[in-house]
DNA sequence: ATGAAAGCGCTAACAG
DNA sequence: CTGTTAGCGCTTTCAT
């Protein structure tokens, strides 16, 4: 039992355990490990000293010594959204399939922030870290190519190249060109593109739209929106406001979001217009997180497939820290047809 | 610079340093921590040498040397549901305030899972441990009670109490009162409550439910439902499909859900029936988790306030690792008015 | 102001 | 099969 000494708590060593029985502390050692032969009759006893003692080896001492370590760090914007808290859940999941545990900090959104994260877990031992969605913009030149000389670094939809580090991305490029198709097949053509400021993935969202609709002859600088901050708590009803104004004017048959929130504020504004949606007007998200078959109509979407590109990036920690060399992995996107997409009102036949 | 010798990464240390610039390790040690005198000139020199060596001190090694530590561990259910998302986000922003690192263990819902996540913790040495909603049901008798005797233990949402443990709560009771006082005043007679199987956390509702029906001569068994598993992604799908057979022989005005996901599958099962929120019915939901106001129309919910939470759950730790003692606290649960909510369609007059 | 040395809890040779 | 010992990277007396 342990001993509580002015309110100070004092755990078991192994050398306690040793003293307890009578034996070397390599002995117990033994016997923890299962790693070298011993007795029957010590290890018995051994194990009685370790319970009564409720002995719990150290990890990190013996980290120490091994001059290795079996744990992970995750930097991450925050959970407040759900996209991240899926993508650390499939972290999580591969990691402690692999007995490695998981060091998890926020960057809040703050460039700043984030390179304090990444320190502070590299300073506690990670074995390898993650990044989700690295604020690269506003990076110190090669903050994170030094990291990367140290410790295996991951990035999950970074789209800076960083020299030394792997990737997990989402194929968002192939995700937006089969979204827009779905519309298109369905007769649309004038499909409004709902986006935020501020990060690489809008676009190359954009991209692909305007190479689209170029192609089809249907590009319309006033189909694109950008709503601001795309990533808050406000961003539904900050969409919901933008389109009211919008939708009037533009009247399109479908809306393109780049991201679920603004599908579900696109839904509301269409709502509010008195537009039922899909009769007429269709709506795409991306991402799917769970909230996307919570609203009604159900959203159409496409899955970034969240829990795997965790999974993805923890396998390629795992793989770095074996000794594996840098590697770049797509997570595919697909559509997922739910209620918010139908045949385009008055469809225009495709020349 | 770091070498890398066949795949491996060996990382500066504290001798290297020392030995770079020919001083001690003491020496190099005291400009770490800027805790005793060193002259201008050796400050100097050493500095550059930690910045051409790249060295990061190894925390680790630091707080085996100093028998403590500066990780919180946490075990979480999962992070599949933005409640438990918000909860960490409240401890990881108190936890890292104070200089502290945060440890996530997901237990998958699953007991057995949950206490080796907790041993796991307990073994990589954390300075305390938080647990959320700990399933105590099937537990080893006194598992916890052991572990409070070595680490500061702290519950959240944890019904069963175990000697030597802090608890915060959220004040459901309360929450669940304020909440069917709300339907109540609105004239409301006939209210449902829907409930799942399997929490602690939904005999206390239906509890409170039970006596204020009874005062009021209201209660109505069949009133009551228990839709199964409460807190999965189906449960929204779940809920409407099960309310969908019982709204027409129960015809309710008003339905209390004891939490949002079963708000949401209630509103769906409205709607289906083609009964008009909240003219023709109101609901209620708990926890106010995101989802709650991108929902149309709005929910109507008990904030828990999950952040706060968390919050209030890293405070304890902490508290409790400087020595302090043992404390329960209760965090208010408060309505949020939304739109799902309105005055009874035929209001009986209360006596 | 600086260095030498002990030791945190543990594991892995190396002897016996 | 078991014990002795060195040392992982670091901090902190205790000397100087």
Redesign the interface.
Known sequence: ??E?E????R?ATIVDVARKCGVSVATVSRVVNRNYPVSEKTRLRVQAAIEEL?Y??????R??NLRH?T?IGVVVP???N?FF??V??GI??AV?NDKY??????ARNDPAQEQASA???????VAGLIVISPNTEMLEEDFYK?MA????LIFINGYREIEGASYVMGAEEAGTRIALQHLLELGHRRIMFVRGSHSDSYAVKEKVYRELMQAEGLLDEQMIVDMGDGNT?DT?DDTEWILSLRLPKQKPTAIFCCND?MA?GA??AC?KANLAVPEDISIVGYDNI??A????PKLTTIDQQMFRLGHAAAELVIEKIR?GRNRRVEIENVLVERESTGQARCPVKRE
């Open positions: 039992m342990a509580k002015n309110g100070a708590y755990n409720h719990v080896p150290n990890v990190q001492a980290e120490l370590s744990t925050g959970l407040y759900m808290a899926e650390i859940d999580e999941a402690s545990s998981l060091l998890l900090s926020c320190r502070e877990l590299i300073a506690r031992n030094q000389v140290r410790t295996p708590s539904v929130l579900v839904q509301h709502q769970a909230l078959h919570f609203v009604s000794g």
